[in-house]
């Protein structure tokens, strides 16, 4: 497990998907200072990328979820690599809205999906969790199995932890990041004097830097 945390890490820095700045953090559009930011759509454009990512997941899903019988990406971000993890283990593909429509047939689940078959849900990245659990509240509402979710990568928040405790729902992520500070420091990416930050903001991210 540690040697594909560490190979997706080093995946997502190689090609800017994450950027480490303490120094100049950035500002995410909750308002949060960030002195990490994580566009795991970056991995799309990258074939090699984006088909490690894909064959990582279906090992996970075919270790952990041999019984699958659906793929469902949460949008957007997770769109198009749960189709390609559904296209490789020959499962239908849907994938869930953060709303339904208001239009049409104000669907929130688009495909054709069922009842009585169980979905392992594909997520890009995790912060606090919130939205990634709505897409399983939304399957589960339409009485859809739900045996777990596999994401890219998750900054690995308490809160994050406790959501996903609370919905009764297993995460696995290819890295996180304990995993990617490691790379990173042993890359020379970051200075160890930088370490301490980087860990301080993932223990109260939402009042990190909030006087400055």
């Known amino acids: 497990m540690k040697e594909r945390e560490k190979k997706i890490a080093q995946l997502l820095l190689q090609i800017n ?32 990328v984006r088909q490690a990512i894909r064959d990582e997941m279906c090992n996970i899903i075919n270790e952990k979820y041999p019984n699958a019988e659906g ?4 949008a957007t971000g997770a769109i198009a690599i749960g189709i390609m993890v559904a296209e490789k283990l020959g499962l239908p593909f849907i994938y869930i809205r953060s709303s339904a429509k208001g239009h049409g047939m104000g669907n929130q689940i688009e495909g054709e999906y069922s009842a009585d078959k169980n979905y392992v849900v594909i997520e890009d990245l995790i912060s606090t969790g919130g939205s990634s659990l709505k897409a399983v509240e939304a399957l589960r509402d339409a009485n859809c199995g739900v045996l777990g979710m596999v994401a890219i990568f998750t900054y690995g928040f308490q809160k994050a932890v406790d959501n996903f405790v609370a919905d009764k729902v297993e995460l696995t992520t290819l890295s996180n990041y304990n995993v990617l500070l490691e790379h990173a420091l042993e890359t020379g990416y970051i200075e160890s004097d930088k370490l301490e930050i980087l860990r301080e903001w993932r223990t109260g991210p939402d009042t990190w830097m909030q006087d400055k």
């Open 17 to 48: 998907a994450i950027k480490l700045s303490p120094a100049n953090p950035f500002t995410w559009a909750s308002g949060w200072k960030s002195p990490i930011y994580c566009d795991n759509r970056k991995t799309l454009s990258y074939p090699e």
């Open 71 to 74: 793929i469902a990406g949460v």
